[in-house]
């Protein structure tokens, strides 16, 4: 089941890889992009489209951190109190059998 997986990953990476090929080729006609303040100078219509992408990617992924952050936080608090909770059962366990006359 590992490898079918693994193909099947392979697989999806090459077309994805192939339709990324042929986006690039399809799309060479030199545009300039304007931001409103600045004009940027003429550049392959898939070059605008995947530096916007990779923008995207990087913003969202900043956006993201301080929520990844937090959520870690929690978790580390989460297990601190955990492993604490186990230590005074543990303990409570023990001091019954003590106890036991």
């Known amino acids: 089941m590992r490898w079918f997986k693994g193909v099947v990953l392979a697989i999806l990476l090459l077309v994805v890889l192939l339709l990324g090929i042929l986006f690039a080729v399809n799309n060479q006609q030199a545009m300039p992009l304007d931001l409103i303040w600045v004009e940027l100078p003429p550049a392959s219509l898939s070059l605008w489209l995947l530096l916007s992408l990779a923008c995207g990617v990087i913003l969202g992924m900043l ?11 929690l978790l ?8 604490q909770q186990r230590k005074e059962l543990d303990r409570l366990r023990t001091q ?6």
Do not use: S, V
Request: aromatic letters at 8%; proline letters at 4%.
């Open 96 to 101: 019954e059998f003590k106890e036991a006359p």
């Open 63 to 73: 956006a993201m951190t301080g929520i990844y952050l937090r959520l870690r936080t």
């Open 76 to 83: 580390t608090r989460a297990q601190r109190h955990n492993q």
